[in-house]
């Protein structure tokens, strides 16, 4: 068994406009399967649940992270990866038995244990089972940004896009000098709320705080740029990526610098 974690990496490669921004949700290790120390999920996004006592060798107080109430989840079940593929779903149903027989032995952390499950839950569609593993993950460890981080891809996932956006910042505020987790947050942050300019201009200060001028923030933040139609400043934000690149073939930036030159 290999305890696996969920990685978010937006590469640039060869500086090619398009940012790749790709993410899985744990190799063989991170899935499904409700725990049973949860009370279960309506569908009803607005339903809480109780807190309770983490049943392992740690006495944990579980608390759910708040769904936003602009969100509305319709339904806790997507198409997982696994969905439909008998051999994979056995395979990760396997996995979580395992995980499961793992807590509280102290072999692992129970917070990456339960961070496997709420993965492997991701793969079979089974969004209730994440979202309790995940907040259970989080309640074990709340200063660990990894667990906020998979709870906003599977929030994105059930279209609860303000809890995401909740997830994402929280991720960044326990674990402000991980940049992946900027990274993560504006990504997702100029795709889904590229209008707002609040939000999103707050995300970059806090990773420009941290980092700097970093090339993969600013590859990101020179697209939401150029979509929002204000070329002059996707230039500028280009043009520090070029600088910060030294050595790099940047042909194709280059070639996105005098294309939106030609708009202005």
Do not use: C
């Amino acid at each position: 068994m290999q305890i696996t974690k969920r990685h978010w990496v937006v590469a640039i490669t060869g500086f090619v406009v398009a940012v790749a921004a790709v993410f899985g949700w744990t190799h063989r290790a991170g899935a499904p399967a409700p725990v049973e120390t949860l009370n279960a999920l309506t569908a009803s996004s607005s339903e809480s649940v109780a807190p309770v006592a983490q049943a392992t060798t740690t006495s944990v107080t579980i608390k759910q992270f708040p769904i936003h109430a602009a969100d509305t989840i319709i339904s806790w079940n997507f198409k997982g990866v696994d969905t439909g593929d008998a051999t994979r779903t056995a395979q990760t149903n396997a996995d979580i038995a395992n995980l499961k027989s793992l807590l509280g032995t102290g072999k692992y952390d129970d917070y990456d244990l339960y961070l496997g499950m709420g993965n492997d839950n991701n793969l079979l569609g089974n969004g209730k089972g994440a979202y309790q593993n995940f907040n259970i993950s989080i309640s074990i460890h709340p200063k660990k940004g990894l667990a906020y981080a998979n709870l906003a891809h599977l929030m994105d996932e059930l279209g609860a896009y303000y809890t995401a956006a909740d997830a994402f910042a929280q991720a960044v505020a326990v674990e402000p000098g991980t940049l992946m987790y900027h990274l993560d947050r504006i990504a997702y942050l100029t795709r889904q709320f590229p209008k707002d300019n609040a939000r999103i201009t707050a995300a970059l200060t806090d990773a420009n705080k941290q980092f700097g001028d970093n090339a993969s923030i600013l590859t990101i933040e020179a697209q939401w740029l150029s979509g929002q139609g204000r070329y002059a400043d996707a230039i500028k934000a280009w043009e520090t990526v070029k600088v910060l690149s030294p050595g790099k073939d940047t042909t194709a930036v280059d070639a996105e610098i005098a294309r939106l030159q030609a708009k202005q």
